[in-house]
């Protein structure tokens, strides 16, 4: 069973992934976006460690829930409501549980990328966050060992977005111009789910 502890963990560990490999998602946001994409997801999981520093919360939910919250508040363009609506309605699947299973993660994850998808209007192949998420997934199971099949599709994914054409957000302005770059979305979100792989392992 998961705890609050594990969640929190989960998120310090993407932070310091984000923290890591800024520069190479602002290099990857540069080619086809607006060259912040590093910059503005730093600055948002630092507020999320912050948050959770401060006053940590009791369940798994309600540690998505705000960390959600923060994303939304601190981080610029497209990126903010995106990475927070997949969190905020994560945790409010996962309800004020003390603990979760790795299926009810599974499950609270799946309806978040469903709620990304509504958001942002695109699908699998469109050359977005999705393309990491959505294999990701779907390679969740009942049990944390799961999570490292997890972060193999969502590594992949996020490397089969280099020869798409982008469909959605501001890559898609480029029209073909945007086909042999590697997503910055699905990059970041591919270390969201490693994050949580690395967790998981740590906790063995």
Same mark, same amino acid.
């Given at each position: 069973?998961?705890?609050?502890?594990?969640?929190?963990?989960?998120? &310090?560990?993407?932070?310091?992934?984000?923290?890591? @490999?800024? $520069?190479?998602? &602002?290099?990857?946001?540069?080619?086809?976006?607006?060259? $912040?994409?590093?910059?503005?997801?730093?600055?948002?999981?630092?507020?999320?460690?912050?948050? +959770?520093?401060?006053?940590?919360?009791?369940?798994?939910?309600?540690? +998505?829930?705000?960390?959600?919250?923060?994303?939304?508040?601190?981080?610029?363009?497209?990126?903010?409501?995106?990475?927070? &609506? /997949?969190?905020?309605?994560?945790?409010?699947?996962?309800?004020?549980?003390?603990?979760?299973?790795?299926?009810?993660?599974? @499950?609270?994850?799946?309806?978040?990328?469903?709620?990304?998808?509504?958001?942002?209007?695109?699908?699998?192949?469109?050359? &977005?966050?999705?393309?990491?998420? @959505?294999?990701?997934?779907?390679?969740?199971?009942?049990?944390?060992?799961?999570?490292?099949?997890?972060?193999?599709?969502?590594?992949?994914?996020?490397?089969?977005?280099?020869?798409?054409?982008?469909?959605?957000?501001?890559?898609?302005?480029?029209?073909?111009?945007?086909?042999?770059?590697?997503?910055?979305?699905?990059?970041?979100?591919?270390? /969201?789910?490693?994050?949580?792989?690395?967790?998981?392992?740590?906790?063995?």
């Amino acid at each position: 069973m998961l705890d609050a502890a594990f969640f929190r963990r989960w998120l &310090t560990t993407a932070a310091a992934a984000v923290n890591r @490999e800024a $520069d190479r998602l &602002t290099e990857l946001d540069s080619a086809i976006g607006d060259a $912040d994409h590093g910059t503005n997801l730093q600055r948002g999981f630092a507020a999320v460690v912050a948050a +959770l520093d401060k006053e940590p919360p009791a369940a798994p939910g309600a540690v +998505l829930v705000l960390a959600g919250r923060q994303l939304i508040s601190t981080v610029g363009g497209a990126s903010g409501p995106l990475y927070g &609506t /997949l969190l905020r309605r994560a945790g409010k699947a996962l309800g004020d549980d003390a603990e979760v299973s790795a299926g009810q993660l599974a @499950e609270a994850l799946r309806a978040g990328v469903a709620a990304v998808a509504q958001l942002g209007g695109a699908k699998a192949g469109d050359k &977005t966050m999705l393309d990491a998420l @959505e294999p990701a997934v779907a390679a969740l199971g009942d049990s944390t060992e799961s999570f490292a099949a997890a972060r193999e599709a969502a590594e992949q994914g996020a490397l089969a977005t280099v020869p798409l054409q982008a469909r959605k957000g501001r890559a898609s302005y480029l029209g073909e111009r945007s086909i042999g770059h590697q997503d910055p979305g699905a990059t970041s979100s591919a270390l /969201l789910v490693a994050a949580l792989a690395e967790t998981a392992e740590a906790a063995v």
